[in-house]
């Protein structure tokens, strides 16, 4: 057969397994591109492995570990209940202040899923206690986390500029931040209108001892970990220092003054989602090589046209990312593929693309079949409530398709363009 053919359909059956199933396909990915690289495409195996994306992996591996470390010696989880505290029992600003407290800390570094993980449970027992729908806790939480997670000190927003920086679009950090934020807060203004006339108007009570307990004053290791971590982002911003090589710093200075259990730090890093970053990066590689992507975007392309192409492709992403994982599968998949497909639909913005897969693919990660909304569900302690939050996360979740794509379709284009 072909090889850009069976490339092909090795991507298309990596991203059904995705959807299907629980395997990570970032290890059925390396497979798929040694066997078809070598034994179909006739390439060397140094040529295939030459495909492995070692900065990006740097990069991850680095700013992950750093705020595993933040996590484990509880840094993290003492600033969300300190936040948290700041809303003293007010009804209606607690969900605001889930959805603040979300965004600050996966903006700059945890990720959504670490994020979300550490919020919910705590979200969660305080929005129980007073009177909060399970439903907007959830999407406050949710939301807030992927409202900050393609900013650039995220993994994911690591993830996104990186593959857009292979196709030439390099410098729109700023721009894929924001597009990617403006989304998810015009869904949680929509949800908190919405949801928030069902706890009691105007109620104030005291934040629950059974919820956030005590907090203590930070340790010396939590203040140090503060100071090195705002140290790191500021020789990013101010001195351009490699993001992960100096996360690697960072991390050592750290784990050198013992401010974390090593062992426990590297237990945290995500190692699953990087490899299957990596893995799915690496037969994408081969599919450029064996002119697979070239089928991949005229399939693509056939789907619309240079008008409607912003609307389409946040749609298809998002249908599939409800399903899959966007950082792990869906970003590196089709990220790659915007160059190819502009110039097969004879027309049509690159950024506004670009942002639009992102915007798409991300705003439905509160689906209960992602992560972030698995975790949401599995923070409600009640099983009838859980049960009633899963449904209603899904209808939610599958609704935000179609948002995302008329969100992309009507703003994509001007963004891009200001």
């Not at 995705?18 to 040529?47: C, E, K, T």
């Not at 948290?84 to 007010?90: F, K, S």
């Not at 503060?226 to 993001?243: F, M």
């Amino acid at each position: 057969m072909n090889p850009a053919v069976l490339s092909l359909i090795a991507l298309i059956v990596a991203l059904a397994l995705s959807m299907s199933s629980r395997i990570n396909v970032g290890w059925l990915a390396l497979a798929f591109a040694w066997l078809i690289g070598v034994y179909q495409a006739g390439m060397r195996p140094d040529a295939v492995m030459a495909g492995f994306p070692v900065t990006l992996f740097l990069t991850l591996a680095g700013v992950t570990l750093l705020f595993s470390i933040a996590e484990t010696n509880g840094t993290l989880e003492g600033l969300a209940q300190r936040a948290i505290r700041l809303a003293r029992g007010n009804v209606r600003v607690i969900p605001l202040l889930f959805f603040i407290v979300a965004c600050v800390l996966c903006s700059v570094g945890p990720g959504a899923i670490s994020t979300v993980a550490l919020l919910a449970p705590l979200a969660m027992a305080v929005g129980q206690r007073v009177g909060l729908p399970p439903l907007l806790t959830a999407l406050m939480v949710a939301n807030g986390a992927n409202a900050g997670n393609l900013s650039p000190f995220s993994s994911v927003g690591i993830i996104a500029n990186g593959a857009m920086a292979k196709t030439g679009l390099e410098g729109h950090e700023a721009r894929v931040w924001f597009a990617n934020f403006a989304a998810h807060v015009i869904v949680a203004c929509v949800a908190y209108a919405w949801l928030s006339r069902r706890a009691s108007p105007g109620r104030d009570v005291s934040v629950p001892a059974s919820a956030p307990a005590p907090v203590d004053a930070l340790s010396p290791h939590q203040r140090l970990t503060l100071v090195v971590i705002a140290a790191w982002i500021l020789g990013v911003v101010v001195l351009n220092l490699s993001l992960g090589l100096s996360a690697f710093a960072a991390s050592a200075v750290l784990l050198v003054a013992q401010a974390a259990d090593d062992g426990a730090a590297v237990r945290g890093v995500p190692w699953g989602i990087i490899m299957m970053v990596c893995g799915v990066s690496v037969l994408i590689a081969v599919l450029e090589k064996t002119g697979g992507m070239d089928l991949f975007t005229s399939l693509l392309a056939r789907l619309a046209s240079p008008s409607s192409i912003n609307g389409v492709i946040a749609f298809v992403t998002g249908a599939i990312s409800t399903y899959s994982s966007t950082s792990g599968v869906v970003l590196p998949a089709f990220l790659p593929t915007i160059s190819s497909l502009v110039e097969q639909l004879g027309g049509g913005d690159p950024l506004a693309i670009a942002l639009s897969i992102n915007v798409g693919a991300s705003i439905v990660d509160v689906s209960p079949l992602s992560t972030i909304g698995a975790l949401s569900v599995a923070a409600v302690a009640d099983p009838q409530q859980s049960r009633e939050l899963f449904r209603q996360l899904m209808v939610w979740g599958l609704s935000m398709t179609l948002v995302g794509a008329v969100l992309c379709q009507l703003f994509a284009g001007p963004l891009a363009r200001a």
